[in-house]
């Protein structure tokens, strides 16, 4: 009985952890958007930022949306620091990395 209640316990444990991220915003990446390619036409470049997170949990792979939204959080905070205040994926999401492009629009 002992080894069910720990087997199921660790299902649903696995199970948050690969519906949950675990990057947060900074304060100046909360200012940073990010945009398609044709929205930038106008804007400064500020160079490039590559951005990685784990894919897997344990055995388990994780879920799109979670692993897309870290990149973007932590391409967002670097893009602040670079003096950005949009960033636009350059690359497809591959084994939990990403490339974007880091952009000033604002004038």
């Not at 930038?40 to 949306?65: L, M, P, W, Y």
Request: charged share 25%; glycine share 8%; with cysteine.
């Amino acid at each position: 009985m002992k080894l069910a209640i720990v087997r199921r316990g660790t299902v649903l444990l696995g199970a948050l952890a690969l519906a949950c991220t675990w990057v947060k915003v900074s304060e100046g990446g909360e200012a940073v958007r990010v945009a398609k390619q044709g929205a930038v036409a106008n804007c400064e470049s500020k160079g490039r930022t590559h951005a990685q997170t784990t894919d897997r949990v344990v055995i388990f792979a994780r879920r799109d949306q979670p692993i897309q939204l870290e990149l973007e959080s932590l391409a967002r905070n670097e893009a602040a620091l670079m003096g950005g205040d949009t960033i636009v994926p350059a690359t497809a999401i591959e084994s939990g990395r990403q490339t974007f492009d880091v952009y000033r629009c604002a004038k």
